[in-house]
């Protein structure tokens, strides 16, 4: 109920949809032809975290329309990793948000998960068997590693096929 919820307001799922038909113009420009789905992946997020800015703003929410975070090349954490999660759509390689609570915000309950224990927006991406989580907010973290802020116990998949809880751990691909 949650995810539908989410997936069918303006601020979340109909911003991805609308990033999405500007991401598959960037795409292209990105050169992606040989590479491998890790390669694309790494590409797609060094592009997303070295052309726009974290404003500093955790939200689950996008503040803005995706064509105000494109013109403005700022937004909130949720507009940054809305729009890195269409990139990687576009380019064919499976990646879902994640709602996630911050460590300051607290640990959420997996059995009574209200909206409003979750603040901040998250990336999975599956490709070769593997899951990486990407947070394209932090322009000096490398491809794979979380920000110490998102590493709190659970976040959930936003995936309207199924509910899935995954465990935030930072891998450091």
């Known amino acids: ?29 990105l050169a992606l032809g040989s590479k491998t789905n890790r390669e694309k992946a790494e590409i797609i997020y060094n592009y997303t975290k070295s052309n726009y800015n974290w404003s ?7 503040g803005k329309t995706a064509k105000e975070f494109l013109k403005a090349k700022t937004g909130n ?3 940054i990793n809305l729009f890195l999660c269409s990139m990687l759509n576009a380019a064919g390689i499976q990646a879902f948000p994640v709602l996630v609570s911050t460590r300051d915000h607290g ?5 009574y998960p209200f909206q409003q224990f979750l603040n901040y927006v998250i990336v999975i991406t599956r ?10 907010t932090e322009p000096l973290s490398p ?9 709190n116990d659970k976040g959930l998949v936003v995936n309207k096929d199924k509910e899935e809880w995954i465990r935030l751990e930072d891998k450091g691909e």
């Open 77 to 79: 954490s949720a507009e």
């Open 107 to 111: 640990k959420i309950s997996v059995d």
């Open 1 to 29: 109920l949650l995810i539908q919820s989410l997936l069918k307001q303006n601020e979340f799922g109909n911003y991805m949809k609308s990033a999405a038909k500007n991401a598959e113009e960037i795409i292209g420009s």
């Open 56 to 62: 500093g703003t955790k939200d689950k929410y996008a």
């Open 127 to 136: 490709f070769d068997d593997q899951e990486v989580l990407l947070d394209a």
């Open 143 to 151: 491809f794979g590693m979380l920000p110490a802020r998102c590493i």
